[in-house]
């Protein structure tokens, strides 16, 4: 088994701004893993939030000892390695676990959606996302978003307002709305989402900050619109805690540690009748499309990484009209650009 | 898609006891589903605490419309469709659920286990069960019993020390107990796990009846021994309900609607950190072997049904000092004896 990996800088369309942070270009760390003659692709987009960076991920795989995963096919005894390696390095983690389900995805010829007894067809609308930005800037956004019948908005900054009625003067589009823990009073959360509710609006993702999940139940039982918990969730473990707090969740591939986690988290997460959601960081269509498998068993998805991105090396799933369409090719479905 | 079925009666060793009912045969429905030149086999153990017969378990898969189902690979929508033909006909649908997952394992050319990412030494020791008899009997079952090192006796009625002192007069072994709803006074039943603790035994199935969460709640928190629910736990939708209340839970495929539905529970106990055991009825090794598939993800397995009958058709998992040995063969790994 070997374990190959290279940094690669995603190009950003247009600098990208949340209430954290902004950035043009995203590094990404690409894994291959190759073994009897098969590879599997996976990919690390690291985030700084959870002190995670190219170095941290290159780092973790080179701490990957071969013989300890030998079989692909072993994924749960895998998974298990690679926590006792660290419980942090989510994204590192990841790229392994998807490098790995792409491998056993190409040895049994079918693609995972097929493996998880998935019809594509059952594939939600991806939102695309409009970042935070000027009043003319986000304007331009949503015209060149006119393809994509369901927009994400980022709030939580200073000016909520001004963000929605710029995007609502160029469309009456359903939107959804990050505020990435942006309303740390409860009262002004409870107010945002009332006047989001009038303005079209489907669901809230984390109104408030992950350490106020007292202060989210009080806003679930006011709320007029699902909440979906995004910074409150991270592993399979936080799921049942959020339960009473949000009406959903938001799974990242790049926060869970992989595929496994992520479908595990899933059905747990229906168990409870909460509803689901995938979301991702700025990707390639290598993970983006690892994500995409698991969308036949999602309420919502934000999928929208890869088309963000003027350099992806890799083609896999697409949007049409607003849904994502899933390759009919094994593992995660992804060829590279000019080659395999 | 063809789907057939027949009865069949598997003949019990021993009368079997519990502290409900008392029988020397059990009547199984046998389900084979043929599409594209490959069978899946499945079988449904009807219980009549839910209500079930063969009878019901027939008319259940007349019910079923082939080209609803028509793609068994595309078990999650095939499982949504047979439940809404029925929210109840547990084993009905485990049956059909069964056939399916047996007939995507062989289409893939892997076992089950393979297809979940688990590797079959990890499946834990069985425990092989004692049913109620007379204090003779139960002796004499022990002593027949001496191949498997862990046995698991059913309290609950009216004898419990006199069953617990004829086991202990012939073995030391570890015991796990089901007391099969038996003891309703949540003092009594403290009492009865404190004795337990004392006798070596390892953990306590279902003390209390169903319907007295709130008493199982306050018995868990001074309980000596891990509590498991069983009749508490029906499907996917029971396991986040428990928590607080019992520390594992105890899977059946026939009450929970089939393999898709037992690898969400699995999931979504562990979540919880919850400990996980599968159990079963008197069973084939169809129902017994499907089980299986899952059991290298579970803390405890109760799954000795085939080893209580003496007329099984068929081969698959076996039992080689308590553990589970799962056979290289794909799909639930099962062959028709005397051919395929």
Not at 236 to 250: C, Q
Not at 301 to 324: C, K, Q, S
């Given at each position: 088994m070997k374990l190959r990996y290279h940094t690669y800088d995603l190009k950003l369309r247009h600098t990208f701004t949340i209430a954290r942070e902004s950035s043009d270009v995203s590094t990404v760390v690409f894994v291959e893993l190759e073994h009897d003659g098969i590879t599997g692709y996976g990919e690390a987009s690291p985030s700084n939030r959870y002190g995670e960076t190219t170095d941290t991920v290159i780092e973790f795989i080179k701490k990957v000892e071969g013989d300890k995963i030998?079989?692909?096919?072993?994924i749960e005894r895998n998974v298990r390695y690679l926590e006792s390696l660290s419980q942090k390095d989510y994204s590192a983690r990841t790229a392994v676990d998807m490098a790995m389900h792409d491998w056993v995805g190409k040895a049994l010829g079918v693609p995972l959606y097929r493996m998880w007894g998935l019809?594509?067809?059952?594939a939600p609308l991806t939102t695309f996302t409009i970042g935070i930005d000027s009043t003319e800037k986000i304007k331009k956004k949503v015209r060149e978003a006119e393809q994509y019948p369901l927009l994400k908005i980022k709030l939580g900054g200073d000016n909520d307002e001004e963000i929605l009625n710029a995007v609502r003067s160029e469309t009456d589009k359903v939107l959804c709305v990050d505020a990435?823990?942006?309303?740390?009073v409860r009262e002004i959360a409870l107010e945002k989402i009332l006047w989001l509710a009038k303005n079209g609006v489907e669901f809230v993702e984390q109104p408030m900050p992950a350490d106020q999940l007292l202060d989210t139940a009080w806003l679930l039982e006011r709320a007029s619109l699902p909440v979906i918990a995004d910074e409150n969730v991270v592993t399979l473990y936080d799921v049942p805690k959020v339960r009473g707090a949000f009406d959903g969740i938001n799974i990242k591939l790049m926060k869970c540690g992989g595929l496994n986690a992520a479908l595990k988290m899933i059905y747990t997460a229906k168990s409870m009748q909460m509803k689901v959601m995938m979301g991702c960081m700025v990707e390639s269509s290598v993970a983006i499309s690892a994500a995409a498998q698991l969308s036949p068993l999602l309420d919502y998805a934000d999928l929208d990484g890869n088309l963000?991105?003027?350099?992806?090396?890799f083609e896999g799933v697409t949007v049409e009209d607003g849904r994502l369409i899933l390759p009919d090719?094994?593992?995660?479905?992804v060829t590279k650009k000019g080659g395999t």
């Amino acid at each position: 088994m070997k374990l190959r990996y290279h940094t690669y800088d995603l190009k950003l369309r247009h600098t990208f701004t949340i209430a954290r942070e902004s950035s043009d270009v995203s590094t990404v760390v690409f894994v291959e893993l190759e073994h009897d003659g098969i590879t599997g692709y996976g990919e690390a987009s690291p985030s700084n939030r959870y002190g995670e960076t190219t170095d941290t991920v290159i780092e973790f795989i080179k701490k990957v000892e071969g013989d300890k995963i030998s079989n692909p096919f072993l994924i749960e005894r895998n998974v298990r390695y690679l926590e006792s390696l660290s419980q942090k390095d989510y994204s590192a983690r990841t790229a392994v676990d998807m490098a790995m389900h792409d491998w056993v995805g190409k040895a049994l010829g079918v693609p995972l959606y097929r493996m998880w007894g998935l019809h594509p067809d059952d594939a939600p609308l991806t939102t695309f996302t409009i970042g935070i930005d000027s009043t003319e800037k986000i304007k331009k956004k949503v015209r060149e978003a006119e393809q994509y019948p369901l927009l994400k908005i980022k709030l939580g900054g200073d000016n909520d307002e001004e963000i929605l009625n710029a995007v609502r003067s160029e469309t009456d589009k359903v939107l959804c709305v990050d505020a990435n823990e942006g309303w740390s009073v409860r009262e002004i959360a409870l107010e945002k989402i009332l006047w989001l509710a009038k303005n079209g609006v489907e669901f809230v993702e984390q109104p408030m900050p992950a350490d106020q999940l007292l202060d989210t139940a009080w806003l679930l039982e006011r709320a007029s619109l699902p909440v979906i918990a995004d910074e409150n969730v991270v592993t399979l473990y936080d799921v049942p805690k959020v339960r009473g707090a949000f009406d959903g969740i938001n799974i990242k591939l790049m926060k869970c540690g992989g595929l496994n986690a992520a479908l595990k988290m899933i059905y747990t997460a229906k168990s409870m009748q909460m509803k689901v959601m995938m979301g991702c960081m700025v990707e390639s269509s290598v993970a983006i499309s690892a994500a995409a498998q698991l969308s036949p068993l999602l309420d919502y998805a934000d999928l929208d990484g890869n088309l963000l991105i003027t350099n992806d090396p890799f083609e896999g799933v697409t949007v049409e009209d607003g849904r994502l369409i899933l390759p009919d090719k094994p593992g995660i479905g992804v060829t590279k650009k000019g080659g395999t």
